[in-house]
């Protein structure tokens, strides 16, 4: 079984300020993660995912996220907000067989999302 | 990247009636689709996954029978909801993917919002 926390509801900065939202998940497996941005009324766009490549991940927007196994977290970062980052960010995991096609392709567990602020 | 398409976006509708809506992969073959709900101001809880072809597996808690999946084609899947009641409105959101193209990704429909009268 995996899960996934989002610490933090609601992050608010300043235009230009870092912007660090926070996940860890849990998982009897090794997992795949993903950040997603949902803009109100919209689907979910991918921001980046963890697919056990490189630790340090980037995704587009520029934000990027490091999986850290020790801490079981997959935080994303962006070194300088923008106001059209302003959106609901929601972390997800999966397990490495549903994503190569096993029972259970593609089964997505979301966070409970992060709503990002950003002030002039 | 893929785009996933939902119809309609926004549908009101009486307690009691049905609603079907729509979810199409529109440049791609969805082997796979996943039907979610979103309540206001909470994450995605995933309702089913319908393989094409195939009976739908739903979630614990999910009614199989108010909940209905229908997914006939590679690039169609329907969810019809029955004897709505406003307990069921929310934001339902599809997504799809190819099993058989494993790096292509999962891709998400703009939602439709249900609102029951």
């Known amino acids: 079984a995996q899960s996934v926390t989002q610490l933090g509801s609601h992050v608010s900065v300043s235009e230009g300020a870092l912007v660090l939202l926070r996940c860890n998940y849990s998982?009897?497996?090794?997992?795949?993660l993903f950040w997603y941005v949902q803009y109100p009324n919209q689907g979910l766009q991918l921001l980046l995912k963890?697919?056990?490549?490189?630790?340090l991940v980037k995704g587009i927007n520029g934000f990027e996220a490091e999986f850290k196994k020790s801490e079981t977290s997959f935080h994303l970062t962006k070194p300088s907000a923008h106001m059209s980052d302003a959106a609901e960010y929601f972390c997800?995991?999966?397990?490495?067989?549903?994503?190569?096609?096993?029972?259970?392709?593609?089964?997505?567990?979301f966070g409970q999302g992060t709503i990002l602020t950003v002030h002039p | 990247g893929a785009v996933v398409s939902q119809h309609p976006s926004w549908v009101i509708c009486k307690s009691g009636t049905s609603v079907k809506i729509e979810c199409r992969s529109l440049?791609?073959?969805?082997?796979?689709m996943f039907w979610y709900r979103q309540f206001p101001k909470q994450s995605l809880m995933l309702m089913a996954t319908?393989?094409?072809?195939?009976?739908?597996?739903?979630e614990q808690g999910v009614e199989k029978d108010k909940f209905l999946i229908n997914h006939a084609s590679l690039t169609l899947s329907t969810l019809t909801v029955t004897s709505a009641h406003p307990e069921d409105s929310s934001f339902y959101i599809c997504?799809?993917?190819?099993?058989?193209?494993?790096?292509?990704?999962?891709?998400f429909g703009p939602g439709t919002r249900l609102t029951v009268t």
């Open positions: 998982s009897s497996v090794p997992p795949y």
């Open positions: 997504s799809a993917r190819n099993r058989l193209q494993p790096r292509l990704e999962q891709y």
């Open positions: 963890y697919t056990s490549a490189a630790t």
């Open positions: 440049d791609f073959q969805a082997t796979t």
């Open positions: 319908s393989n094409e072809g195939s009976k739908a597996t739903y």
């Open positions: 997800a995991v999966s397990g490495r067989g549903a994503y190569a096609g096993g029972t259970s392709y593609g089964k997505l567990t």
